[in-house]
């Protein structure tokens, strides 16, 4: 069965520090990938999504993720944080089928 | 810019009651979700629904679960005798789906549920 894992549960970052959140799946085949952030009390946002092309994906908000296949990795980076980047980020995929499977989640959090 | 809506934000009820959870995808929309995180774990796909009909189903999507699409704009998620551990929030989601395309599904702002 397909998973995702997001090896880091909480962080803490500083302002301007940056940021790479990993995120690694386990189908072999073609996959769509994607990265979505909950802002406190907000609804799951796209940040940002890799389909196919260009392996570094670029998304909103300065962030960008890169697709390394024999990895199976999609990690996501912005170079530097901002306070208003505190947030919960998901990883997600889909493949042969729409379903989305997510990630644990990262907890994000950026102290001034 | 349109988006996904759900009522209502948050819904308690007991044990054994039937409830209805509602969303209205986004309007041009082809394809609908539920999804559901039990706090502290994973957001887990329930269902989707394309055309009318299920399209796929996860193992949690018994036969206490049943969606429907009743009119042109909203989407339901009914759950019939309630459980203590279907406590969670519950996240609709839809798609254009355009020439059946793989693009993204977004999310509503989800319903809490608890089930007492």
């Known amino acids: 069965a397909q998973s995702v894992s997001q090896h880091n549960h909480h962080v803490i970052l500083s302002e301007a520090a940056s940021l790479e959140l990993g995120c690694n799946y386990s189908y072999g085949g073609t996959v769509n990938l994607f990265w979505y952030v909950q802002y406190p009390g907000q609804h799951l946002q796209l940040l940002l999504k890799?389909?196919?092309?260009?392996?570094l994906v670029k998304g909103i908000k300065g962030f960008e993720a890169e697709f390394i296949k024999s990895k199976f990795s999609f990690n996501l980076r912005k170079p530097s944080v901002q306070w208003s980047d505190t947030a919960e980020y998901f990883c997600a995929v889909n493949s042969y089928t729409d379903k989305l499977i997510f990630g644990t989640g990262t907890r994000l959090q950026v102290f001034p | 810019e349109p988006e996904v809506t759900q009522t209502p934000s948050h819904q308690v009820t007991q044990m054994g009651q039937e409830v209805i959870l509602r969303c209205v995808p986004i309007?041009?929309?082809?394809?609908f979700y539920w999804y559901r995180q039990i706090l502290g774990q994973k957001v887990e796909f329930l269902v989707s629904?394309?055309?009318?009909?299920?399209?796929?189903k996860s193992e949690i999507f018994d036969d206490q679960f049943s969606v429907e699409r009743p009119d042109g704009s909203n989407f339901t998620l009914k759950i019939r005798s309630t459980k203590l551990e279907d406590s969670a929030m519950y996240f609709c989601?839809?798609?254009?789906?355009?020439?059946?395309?793989?693009?993204?599904?977004?999310f509503g702002p989800g319903t809490r549920l608890t089930v007492l």
């Open positions: 989601a839809s798609r254009l789906g355009l020439a059946g395309e793989m693009d993204t599904q977004y």
């Open positions: 890799y389909f196919s092309g260009d392996p």
């Open positions: 309007s041009n929309h082809l394809y």
């Open positions: 629904f394309y055309n009318n009909e299920i399209s796929e």
